[in-house]
């Protein structure tokens, strides 16, 4: 069974600040995903990394996907309240295989 | 656009009871899937389905009966309700198992009594 583990389980910082949140897993992943949710909704995409080693940029909002597929890192700098909500990673085994979620890491930004 | 819609919103059963959660997506995706989501957690995979007619387990699935007659519809079957699941239930749709964007319904809260 893959396991995603997703750290910290919680930050609450000012606006301004710099996060990063982190996915980690002892399986190799043929793709990862990252995930926004908020309050009573369902999760949004935001990005999808394949390669190992692979930087994506969204805005204030940088991904990377670690070299050996097993783990990925979003940053968020200079924070702002609207990037509140709960972050998701998800990750496909093999392609056509099930999509499997992490704990999240809710963030709250204080204006 | 619709999108993945789910019915009802919230829905209140009593221990023992059945019901039915509906899922309908109108992008004609092959790949259909339903979660679970307790406090503090992140989403659990139920089911899922590839494709009309083909349907498998998640992670959690005791408790928990699906089908997959047509592309555009996914329903959830709960035959006898406990306790423990109480949660919110989304429903999700991929044009593809893998690598494609996974577009989720607005959720069921569903209380179990």
């Known amino acids: 069974t893959q396991l995603l583990e997703q750290s910290p389980q919680f930050l609450s910082i000012q606006e301004g600040e710099n996060l990063t949140v982190y996915c980690n897993s002892s399986s190799v992943f043929s793709s990862l995903q990252w995930y926004r949710q908020e309050p009573g909704e369902g999760p949004v995409l935001l990005v999808t990394v394949v390669t190992g080693g692979e930087v994506k940029k969204l805005k204030r909002l940088t991904f990377q996907f670690g070299d050996a597929r097993k783990d990925s890192s979003l940053h968020i700098t200079a924070a702002q309240p609207g990037d509140t909500g709960l972050y998701l990673c998800?990750?496909?085994?093999?392609?056509?295989?099930?999509?499997?979620f992490g704990g999240g890491t809710r963030v709250l930004v204080k204006p | 656009n619709a999108g993945v819609t789910q019915t009802p919103k919230f829905q209140v059963l009593k221990t023992g009871q059945s019901m039915t959660l509906q899922c309908a997506q109108d992008?004609?995706?092959?790949?259909m899937s339903w979660y679970r989501q307790d406090p503090g957690m992140g989403l659990r995979l139920i089911h899922y389905s590839v494709g009309a007619g083909i349907t498998d387990q998640g992670e959690v699935p005791n408790g928990y009966n699906v089908s997959r007659s047509t592309t555009e519809d996914f329903p959830l079957r709960l035959l006898s309700a406990a306790p423990s699941q109480t949660s919110v239930y989304f429903c999700a749709s991929t044009q593809r198992a893998g690598l494609t964007e996974a577009f989720f319904g607005q959720g069921t809260r569903l209380t179990v009594v």
């Open positions: 998800a990750g496909s085994e093999a392609a056509g295989n099930k999509l499997t």
């Open positions: 992008m004609n995706h092959e790949y």
